[in-house]
C-alpha cells in the first residue's frame, strides 16, 4: 500500500457527533480532507461546519439532535444510514462536562452526563455496528474520550466516572466487533484550546499553574493537535489497531512527580 493510500477515505462516509465546534469539528474537517462524506451530529448550529465541508468538495449532512434522548438513538442512526447510503466511520465525540464538587451533584446532573457521554456512543454505536455488519463494512468505531478516564480531576466526579466507563466500553465494543472487522478505539485528550473550555469558571491562576506542568512546551493542545490521531485510527494505515486508547496531553500523564522546576539548569554536555 503506497503512502497516499493509507490515508485516503474517499468514498467513505464518517458520522461525527458534537462536530458542530470544538475538536468535533476539528475532526469532521480533518476527515473530509483525507475524502470523506461527513454528517454532523449536534444540538449546536451546524451550518457553519456544514458550509466548509462542502467547500472541499465534499458531501455533508446535518442531524439535529440531543444525544441525551437515549430512545432516539437508534431511529438517527437508521435515519443517517438510509439518507447517507452507509456509515463507514462513527466519531463518537460529543460530551458535557459539570464543574461540581461531589456532594453538589444532582441526580438529575449524573444522569444527563452519563447519557450523553456513555449511554449515547453505546447506543449509537450498537445500531450503526449491526449495520456495518450487515453490510459486511470493515468499519470504524472512534470514541473521544479523556484524560479523566485514567486519573481523577477535582470538582468532575461524574465526568470522570463517564470517561472510565467509556474507555470499558471501547474495549468491549473491539472484542466484540474485531470478528467482523471493525475497530474500536479512543483518544484520550488533556486540556485542548476550545470553545468548550471556556465553560467552567475558574480562577485564571490554575491555568498557568497547569501549564507548568505540561512537558511539551508548557502549553495547552489544539484541536489540530488531535485530529491526525483520529484520520490514523480512521484509515486503512489505522485496520490493525483496535481496543486502545491514545493519548493527547503533551506528556502530562508521563509526569508523575513535577520536578523540573527544582532541578538545576541543562547544560550542553558532549560525551568524551
Sequence with gaps: MDAQRRFDLTGQVAVVTGGARGIGKGIAVA??????DVAIVDILDTEP???????LGRTAWSFQQDLAKTQQLGPLADDIWKTAGRIDILVNNAGVGYLDAFNQITPQRWRHTMAVNVDAPFF??????????????KGRIINTSSVNAMVAEAGLAHYNASKGALEMLTKSLAVELGPHGITSNSICPGIIETEISEDFELDPAFFDYY???IPMEQRFGKVEDCVGTVVLLASPAGRYISGQHIVIDGGSLADQVPRMQFMPPYRNTICQ
Design 31 to 36: 476527515l473530509a480532507q483525507h475524502g470523506a
Design 49 to 55: 461546519v456544514i458550509a466548509q465541508l462542502r467547500k
Design 124 to 137: 449509537l454505536t450498537q445500531r450503526v455496528a449491526e449495520r456495518m455488519i450487515d453490510a459486511k463494512i
Design 211 to 213: 501549564k507548568e506542568h
